[in-house]
Structure formats: structure tokens, C-alpha cells
């Protein structure tokens, strides 16, 4: 995991620490980012039905955030994967933003059995207690039942886009090589290859080959923790792949770092956040997650 100093955050407006820390799922900041950058970008919930939910995972209830188009029926869906800080108001605000482009977002918490990631203070103490012990398959069923779940509640029946962000990056890799009603992901400087584990036996670079859709990954040149032949391994694992893999491409801001698009942190880049997501958008409507 990629571990990035937070101490350089600006509080908005002067705000106290008190003021963001998160409450309920999709409210505050995880404790471990806080203080938040003053250019955090807050969009409105006007217009959508929006907040927490609950989706039954067999007999585990899992709390995530929805936001969807009041007044779109059938609008498609896309499922997003939290970081390592779990669903706090960033991943609810990227919820948003998709449901105010006509989308059906749904950012299930997928840490809540090993804990609560909100509540650490400490990076390498999260890691360690909690994002470490999260099994890939665990992930892979709780995004299942949260497609089954969102088709029930009214969302699109037909094609289904996933994005992530770092974590929740590798996660959309993996999900578009699992869930064949996938029709596009978009990958945020998700890491590429590692080390085979009883939690985690596969890497993105190992399941290139058999992806189900096409996977636009969006990545930093200046990411010291995702080199960039890690990016060539895997462009070279995709083109010798499936049709899927094939159409999956990639673009590598030049001065970007990890977590560029995270508009509450220092390493927030607005130039490639802004691309980025005109980007992710237009991906999924040209694959069909429209």
C-alpha cells in the first residue's frame, strides 16, 4: 500500500479537526487524512436521492453510500471502490458527481468486518490491522451482492462500470477480470503486480488476459510507489490478452503524483483530475454504461 504524508493539509476555512471527522458512511473525513486541503471540491445532492444503505451480503448487513438521478429510471451502474480510508465524503462526492451525470453510484464499505478504517489516525496502523486482512474473494462477493442489490433497487439492468481509486484501483482490475456484466472500469492509479498471498493469490497483471471489459487506467508519472515499468508490465500482459484486454488503454499524467485526483490532499492535481474524469466519463458511454 502507498503510504503519503498528510501533515501538510490545510483545514477550509479554518475548520477545526472536530468538523470533519466522519459520522456515518459518506459524512466527514477518514481520521487518518484529516486536516482536509482547503480546494476540496463539495458537490450538492440536488436533484438525487443520495446517503447510506444497507445491502445484505447473505446474512452480513454492509453499509454503503448511494446516490442516483431522482428522476432517471433505469439509470446505469457504477460501482465505487473506496481507498484504504474507506467511504468518506471524497468517495461520496465522486458518488455524486457520477449521479449528477445521470449515473447509479453505489461505494459500498468493504473493510467494515476487519474494521473501522475511518477511525485510525495511523496509516501503517491501518494497513496492518485492518486493509491487510481483507481478502480479494471476500471483495469480489461484496461487490456482487452490491450489483444484485442496486439492480433492486431500480438501477440499470444491462451493462455495469466500475472505478476505483488507488486500493479500490487494483480492486477494478480485478472486478472487470470476476463480474462478467462489467462493461468498462477505469482504473485510478491502482497498483499492478505484487506478491501472491492467501488473501491476495492475484494481480492485475495476472488476470490481464482475461478480462471481461475493457479497463481504462489513469496514472501518475511522478507516483513513486507505482513505478512506471509496472505500467509497461502490464500494457505487455494486455495486448497479449483477450479482445477486452486489447481495448483496455492507459494515459500517465507526466508530473502527476499518487492520488491525483483526491482533491482533499496535497497531491491533488487539478489539470489531471479534471482530464481524468472527462475521460472516465466518456469511457463508460463509449463501452455502453450509458
Same mark, same amino acid.
Given at each position: 500500500?502507498?503510504?503519503?504524508?498528510?501533515?501538510?493539509?490545510?483545514p477550509?476555512? =479554518? %475548520?477545526?479537526?472536530? *468538523?470533519?471527522?466522519? @459520522?456515518?458512511?459518506?459524512? #466527514?473525513?477518514?481520521?487518518?487524512? &484529516?486536516?482536509? $486541503?482547503?480546494?476540496?471540491?463539495?458537490?450538492?445532492?440536488?436533484?438525487?436521492?443520495?446517503?447510506?444503505?444497507?445491502?445484505?451480503v447473505?446474512?452480513?448487513?454492509?453499509p454503503?453510500?448511494r446516490?442516483?438521478?431522482?428522476?432517471?429510471?433505469?439509470?446505469?451502474?457504477?460501482?465505487v471502490?473506496?481507498?484504504?480510508?474507506?467511504?468518506?465524503?471524497?468517495?461520496?462526492?465522486?458518488?455524486?458527481r457520477?449521479?449528477?451525470?445521470?449515473?447509479y453510484?453505489?461505494?459500498?464499505?468493504?473493510?467494515v468486518?476487519?474494521?473501522?478504517a475511518?477511525?485510525?489516525?495511523?496509516?501503517?496502523?491501518?494497513?496492518?490491522?485492518?486493509?491487510?486482512k481483507?481478502?480479494?474473494?471476500?471483495?469480489?462477493?461484496?461487490?456482487?451482492a452490491?450489483?444484485?442489490?442496486?439492480?433492486g433497487? =431500480? %438501477?440499470?439492468?444491462? *451493462?455495469?462500470?466500475? @472505478?476505483?481509486?488507488?486500493? #479500490?484501483?487494483?480492486?477494478?482490475? &480485478?472486478?472487470a $477480470?470476476?463480474q462478467?456484466?462489467?462493461?468498462?472500469?477505469?482504473?485510478?492509479?491502482?497498483?499492478?503486480?505484487?506478491?501472491?498471498?492467501?488473501?491476495?493469490?492475484?494481480?492485475?497483471?495476472?488476470v490481464?488476459?482475461?478480462l471481461?471489459?475493457?479497463?481504462?487506467?489513469?496514472?501518475?508519472?511522478?507516483?513513486?510507489?507505482?513505478?512506471?515499468?509496472?505500467?509497461?508490465?502490464?500494457?505487455?500482459?494486455?495486448?497479449?490478452?483477450?479482445?477486452?484486454?486489447k481495448?483496455?488503454?492507459?494515459?500517465?499524467?507526466?508530473?502527476?503524483?499518487?492520488a491525483?485526483?483526491?482533491?482533499?490532499?496535497p497531491?491533488?492535481?487539478?489539470?489531471?483530475?479534471?482530464?481524468?474524469?472527462?475521460?472516465?466519463?466518456?469511457?463508460?458511454?463509449?463501452?455502453?454504461?450509458?
Open positions: 500500500m502507498l503510504i503519503e504524508d498528510f501533515n501538510t493539509l490545510v477550509a476555512g =479554518g %475548520a477545526s479537526r472536530r *468538523a470533519f471527522v466522519r @459520522t456515518a458512511v459518506g459524512s #466527514g473525513f477518514a481520521a487518518a487524512v &484529516l486536516p482536509v $486541503a482547503a480546494q476540496t471540491i463539495k458537490t450538492d445532492s440536488t436533484g438525487l436521492v443520495a446517503g447510506e444503505v444497507t445491502i445484505p447473505g446474512d452480513f448487513k454492509m454503503a453510500y446516490a442516483a438521478p431522482a428522476q432517471r429510471a433505469n439509470a446505469p451502474l457504477v460501482l471502490v473506496s481507498e484504504i480510508f474507506g467511504v468518506h465524503e471524497y468517495i461520496a462526492d465522486v458518488a455524486r457520477f449521479a449528477k451525470a445521470g449515473y453510484a453505489v461505494a459500498p464499505e468493504l473493510f468486518r476487519q474494521g473501522d475511518s477511525s485510525y489516525g495511523e496509516i501503517a496502523k491501518l494497513i496492518a490491522e485492518v486493509i491487510s481483507v481478502p480479494d474473494e471476500q471483495v469480489m462477493k461484496d461487490l456482487d452490491t450489483v444484485a442489490w442496486a439492480r433497487q =431500480g %438501477a440499470g439492468t444491462g *451493462a455495469v462500470g466500475v @472505478t476505483g481509486f488507488c486500493w #479500490g484501483g487494483r480492486i477494478t482490475w &480485478l472486478y $477480470a470476476h462478467p456484466a462489467v462493461k468498462a472500469g477505469v482504473a485510478w492509479y491502482g497498483r499492478l503486480v505484487g506478491n501472491s498471498t492467501a488473501l491476495t493469490p492475484k494481480h492485475p497483471v495476472d490481464a488476459g482475461a471481461h471489459a475493457p479497463v481504462l487506467g489513469l496514472y501518475g508519472a511522478a507516483d513513486t510507489g507505482i513505478p512506471l515499468d509496472t505500467v509497461e508490465k502490464m500494457k505487455a500482459a494486455l495486448a497479449a490478452g483477450n479482445a477486452a484486454a481495448k483496455s488503454e492507459f494515459v500517465v499524467y507526466p508530473e502527476a503524483p499518487h491525483f485526483h483526491a482533491d482533499y490532499r497531491s491533488y492535481r487539478k489539470e489531471a483530475a479534471d482530464d481524468g474524469w472527462k475521460r472516465a466519463v466518456a469511457w463508460f458511454k463509449a463501452h455502453g454504461v450509458a
